[in-house]
């Protein structure tokens, strides 16, 4: 009899899972923006820049059940979460608010959003972001591939330019 860990049973859901994240950060974003009247700085625009695609991307690929989309979906979340925390640490650390490089009409450092003192806007992209990492990898792993870029969607496993 064989233990089924948690990941294996996670494993068939990631995709949609990591699309759930992306597409709530995404409407969420827009519900700050658009209805609450929460005007985006520099920052905020960029991680929007990475969230956004994820959305799109991850929805199809989770219709299709397309696996290849991970490495791509990985990649996108990483750097947004960077950015994420970035912009978080300016926020909280009152020694890098010299190093904020955002001009324009809201500083970075603002915090309209702050739910019990730590929970802000980069905080929630930063848990978005670090869900779709999460969820992209556990389908590499799943997968076989160990964080190498998948083989174009070939149902057979092999690679580009290798004879079947």
């Avoid at 068939?12 to 923006?33: E, H, K, M, N």
Wanted: aromatic share 14%; hydrophobic share 50%; with cysteine.
């Amino acid at each position: 009899m064989s233990v089924v860990t948690w990941q294996e049973r996670l494993q068939p859901y990631a995709l949609y899972l990591a699309w759930l994240f992306s597409l709530v950060a995404t409407l969420g974003s827009l519900y700050l923006s658009e209805v609450a009247g929460f005007v985006p700085c520099v920052l905020c625009w960029f991680q929007r820049i990475f969230m956004y695609p994820l959305a799109v991307m991850l929805g199809i690929a989770a219709y299709r059940g397309d696996e290849g989309v991970a490495p791509y979906s990985l990649t996108l979340a990483g750097i947004g979460g960077s950015i994420s925390i970035y912009h978080y640490l300016l926020q909280k650390v009152p020694a890098l608010h010299d190093a904020a490089m955002c001009s324009g009409g809201v500083p970075c450092t603002d915090d309209p959003l702050n739910w019990l003192g730590f929970v802000t806007v980069p905080f929630l992209a930063l848990i978005a972001f670090a869900a779709v990492v999460f969820f992209s990898w556990t389908v590499l792993r799943a997968a076989g591939r160990g964080g190498v870029a998948p083989t174009a969607g070939r149902k057979d496993g092999a690679a580009r330019g290798q004879a079947r």
